[in-house]
């Protein structure tokens, strides 16, 4: 029996953040596009799922400014992907955006939760 | 970064999200679905292929230029399917575009590019100015005082040039000789290219004479050759060494080949004998004010000093571009101006048919729009499209306007100065691309106006495919008309009021009559006067016995040319009587031969010879101003300014006045003297012979006859007719270009008033039918038409007079004898335009009378 996908509230990703997401999902090894979106949705626990729409233009993009490679190689099935593997400069561009990012939801946090107000946090 | 081409990454990307697709349905099989389910949901979840694909590949830069690149070629196909369309508007616009480009040329030339020389700017034209405030050329004493004394000039030179006969080349030839003073090339700021200019030793009274030559006469008749000193020039009765030679294209003063040093030849010492032209460069940084202030002083000083034997009262300086371009600057602005309204008539024209062709596509913008066009995107596309028109027309043009340059130049090539310098080059094809890319961008934004949202949902409709859009379309079509009819109206007018003048400036007495007589003007070197006299008695014996040859006779300067001096004469030799005219030396028979009047008195005959008293002749004008109310026969004239000989001259006759400067300057006060007895003046001169019969079986007969005399003086030939008509030449040249511009204006104007009826004619079929069949006649169709054609037609005529009256002010300087406004002209350019516009209207209206009701019913 076909497992029906119940339809998710996409949440919209900005731009930045998906760079983010694409990065990190290359530093535990090359992987296609396909690979990319799936790891993505299954690391976040099925909450985010990548519109293709922005998944092809930034991986494009982020090739373009050297952040990652890509190649073609030969699949199990004898059928070619193109695989897209992190750069050095991608790797210290992912620990910058990490970096931020986490200032960022620490700074979130706070706002939420000024200090002074009881509670749970 | 892979360099791949466009087409490898093309297909890698489909490839590329084949395999997403291919792993997407192969996962969901995986989990259970059908291969058909699986397919169509991963299709669903995936999106629209052709937006991904789109919005990644603009991820690889340079999306902007592809896209512009792929309208071009989308512009290309959409010219060849239209063939028609595209034809008649690429011819329209390269019109337009040719025009302006070649005008632009020669204005470019003429008045914007500065001189030739290393900083132009610094260099002033000098002139006296007399009591009456006319502007004169320097007497040779003056110029030297005035480069002595001024201190704000850092060279000063004086120079005159004439037609001379030079012999020592491979061959004789007359051509021009430029006297010029010691700093002339210091002045300009160019030295010879070969050898040296002339040395202080050189330029001196008594000097050895040398000469330069013109880069082209060392070429053509000195052969090239590096050793100047072995072929020495032969003007007159001295031998010129040549020491230099110019830098190919100096050409100053026009037409010169050969310089020589002025001190050479001895000058008169008078303060009135005018002639020497004067050019100067202004010092360091000194303004052209400064330098004004700074002659004016000297010219003060020189009129205090010598009184009564100085004609000027001031110095006067000038910009020498502007002492070259002169009057021609003026007219040529108005030209520029005229170009520019055929241009705008051009682009409303092809305005018109784009926007038809926007109509018939509507609904291919609707689609556009329909699948994420922008507005900004479809405006860059049809700017684009309407690019490959224009960049095609401008191309078009520049071919054209190499062929009207040359015609431009050759219509008026003695009257255009700097006429060396025109051409088409870098700067005017520049332009005309900046004006093709203009023309499209405006054009290509003009029909994206009216396309409104609301519009293009309208376009997908299928019966959208034959409507007109609606009342905006109708409306700025008529607009355009409008337009097209008011620029029109003006160019009309303006070459209207030009035709007029001409025709007034014709109907003036040039003094002479100008048929059946054929001028042959001889130049002499042969430095003793008598000698010369001698030779042109036995020239002018010889003509006359020639077959045919009513009357025949001589002067030194014909009217209408820029020969013949003038200067300062005293009356019965008293010095406090002074007067200045023309100064002629003629032969007996000179006034028969031009057909001259005699007023009072007699003409020269046989009676009077070298050892008779000397007799004048004077003209009218010169008769009223200083004998007003006397008989002036008996009078003296002492003319010793002109030639060194003091004898008083009794005046004999007098003459009808003959417009020595053209038929728009005034006659001047001309004295004639007998060229037996006062033949100093007289190193040209130019027979004219009357002939009952043909002038061109005259001309081999005058040659012949004075080549028995001598081989190889240089002889010119020319028709009076033809001296007169050259006269014209400045005039004739505006008004030939305006009433070109003006015809071409009103052929483009019927065109576009057809082409919009027609058209209207055309959206209308359904309406006209109907009515048809409901009982209306032709003649309430062809009203109706008719009508709605020329209410655009009428406004714009109104309009373009209402523009006329403004703008004619400005061309007040070219005209003649008729007013600004003058009401004959605009009546007659309304009439003419409403007729065209009313036989453009009628044409598509009578197509409308034939309109069968039942096709049109069925016509959708």
Not at chain 1, 9 to 36: A, F
Not at chain 2, 323 to 349: P, Q
Request: aromatic letters at 6%.
């Amino acid at each position: 029996m076909p497992k029906t996908t119940r339809y998710r509230n996409r949440i919209e990703l900005l731009q930045g953040t998906l760079d983010l997401l694409v990065l990190q999902t290359l530093q535990w090894g090359p992987q296609h596009g396909y690979g990319i979106s799936q790891a993505i949705r299954t690391n976040s626990g099925d909450v985010l799922r990548v519109d293709t729409g922005s998944l092809y233009p930034a991986l494009h993009r982020l090739e373009r400014q050297e952040w990652v490679s890509s190649d073609w190689k030969v699949s199990d099935n004898n059928q070619s992907v193109k695989v897209y593997r992190l750069t050095a400069a991608g790797k210290k561009q992912l620990a910058s955006e990490r970096s931020r990012w986490e200032q960022l939801s620490e700074a979130i946090a706070r706002a939420l939760n000024p200090q002074g107000e009881g509670g749970e946090a | 970064m892979r360099l791949l081409g466009r087409r490898r990454r093309d297909e890698e990307l489909d490839e590329e999200i084949r395999a997403h697709l291919r792993m997407a349905v192969r996962d969901r099989v995986e989990r259970g679905e059908t291969p058909e389910q699986a397919e169509a949901a991963a299709r669903r979840e995936f999106g629209n292929v052709t937006l991904v694909k789109e919005v990644t590949r603009e991820m690889w830069g340079r999306a902007w230029l592809r896209q512009f690149a792929q309208d071009l070629r989308y512009g290309l196909r959409m010219m060849r399917r239209e063939m028609k369309f595209a034809s008649v508007a690429v011819l329209t616009l390269a019109l337009g575009i040719g025009a302006c480009t070649a005008i632009f040329s020669v204005v470019d030339a003429v008045l914007l590019r500065p001189l030739p020389y290393p900083e132009a700017e610094k260099l002033v034209s000098l002139r006296e100015v007399d009591a009456k405030g006319r502007q004169i050329t320097f007497a040779e004493p003056n110029f030297l005082d005035v480069r002595a004394r001024s201190r704000t000039l850092a060279a000063t030179a004086e120079y005159n040039a004439g037609l001379t006969t030079v012999l020592g080349g491979s061959e004789p030839v007359r051509t021009s000789v430029a006297l010029i003073s010691a700093d002339f090339f210091k002045v300009l700021g160019v030295e010879p290219a070969t050898g040296r200019s002339f040395l202080p030793e050189e330029a001196k009274a008594g000097g050895r004479p040398v000469a330069v030559v013109s880069h082209g006469y060392w070429q053509r008749l000195l052969g090239g050759r590096n050793d100047l000193a072995a072929s020495p020039l032969r003007i007159g009765e001295t031998s010129y060494t040549v020491v230099g030679v110019m830098p190919r294209g100096f050409n100053f003063p026009r037409d010169a080949e050969i310089w020589v040093p002025v001190e050479l030849t001895p000058s008169s010492p008078s303060r009135t004998s005018h002639g020497k032209r004067v050019i100067a460069r202004l010092r360091g940084e000194v303004t052209l004010e400064q330098a004004r202030a700074d002659l004016s002083a000297i010219g003060r000083q020189l009129r205090q000093e010598n009184g009564a034997d100085v004609d000027l009262v001031d110095v006067a300086a000038l910009p020498l571009k502007d002492a070259l371009v002169g009057e021609v600057g003026k007219s040529l602005l108005v030209i520029l101006a005229a170009v520019g309204f055929l241009l705008l008539v051009a682009c409303t024209n092809v305005a018109n048919l784009l926007l038809a062709q926007v109509t018939a596509r509507q609904h291919e913008f609707a689609v556009r729009t329909a699948l994420g066009a922008t507005r900004w995107r479809l405006a860059r596309q049809f700017v684009a499209e309407n690019l490959t028109l224009s960049l095609l027309a401008g191309g078009l043009g520049v071919m054209l306007s190499f062929w009207g340059v040359d015609a431009l130049v050759g219509l008026n090539q003695s009257g255009l100065p700097r006429s060396d310098e025109i051409g088409v080059n870098a700067r005017t094809l520049a332009l005309t691309f900046a004006l093709s890319t203009l023309v499209a961008v405006a054009l290509g934004l003009l029909p994206l106006l009216r396309l409104r949202k609301g519009d293009l949902q309208e376009g997908l409709k299928e019966s959208a495919r034959r409507q007109s859009a609606g009342a905006a379309s109708r409306r700025l079509r008529s607009l355009l008309v409008m337009t097209q009819v008011a620029l029109t109206t003006v160019l009309l007018v303006g070459a209207g009021l030009l035709i007029k003048s001409f025709v007034k400036v014709l109907e003036i007495d040039p003094g002479f009559r100008t048929e059946s007589a054929v001028a042959m003007e001889i130049s002499l070197t042969d430095e003793q006067p008598q000698r010369r006299a001698d030779f042109y008695r036995q020239a002018l014996e010889r003509v006359a016995s020639l077959p045919g040859v009513e009357a025949t006779g001589g002067v030194n300067g014909l009217p209408m040319t820029d020969g013949g001096t003038n200067g300062q004469f005293l009356i019965d030799d008293n010095p406090s009587l002074k007067g200045y005219g023309e100064f002629r030396v003629a032969s007996p028979g000179y006034f028969d031969a031009m057909g001259m009047r005699l007023v009072r008195g007699r003409l020269y005959d046989q009676s009077d010879g070298p050892n008779t008293p000397q007799v004048a002749l004077i003209s009218e004008s010169l008769a009223r101003q200083y004998w007003p109310n006397e008989d002036p026969l008996g009078k003296g004239i002492q003319y010793g300014n002109m030639d060194g000989d003091s004898h008083l001259l009794r005046v004999v006759g007098v003459v009808g006045d003959v417009r020595e400067f053209g038929l728009e300057a005034s006659a001047r006060p001309t004295v004639y003297v007998h060229y037996l007895q006062r033949p100093g003046q007289a190193w040209d001169f130019a027979i004219v012979a009357r002939t009952r019969g043909d002038t061109r079986t005259l001309i081999p007969a005058m040659r012949g006859a004075v080549r028995t005399l001598n081989g190889d003086v240089p002889i010119n030939f020319r028709t009076l007719g033809q001296v007169f008509s050259s006269s014209l030449d400045n005039r004739r040249f505006s008004l030939v270009i305006f009433g070109g511009f003006a015809c071409a204006a009103l052929l483009l104007a019927a065109l576009g008033i057809y082409g919009v009826t027609s058209y209207a004619v055309t959206q209308r079929t359904q309406e006209i039918g109907i009515r048809i069949a409901l009982g209306a006649l032709a003649r309430d169709v062809l009203r109706m038409v008719i009508g709605q054609g020329m209410k655009s037609v009428l406004l714009g005529i109104a309009i373009g007079l209402g523009g006329a009256l403004a703008l004619t002010r400005l061309i007040e300087h070219l005209l003649f004898g008729v007013s600004a406004t003058d009401p004959w002209t605009l009546t007659a350019v309304t009439v003419l335009l409403a007729s065209v516009g009313l036989l453009a209207c009628y044409l598509p209206a009578r197509r409308a009378t034939k309109v069968d009701p039942m096709l049109a019913l069925r016509h959708e």
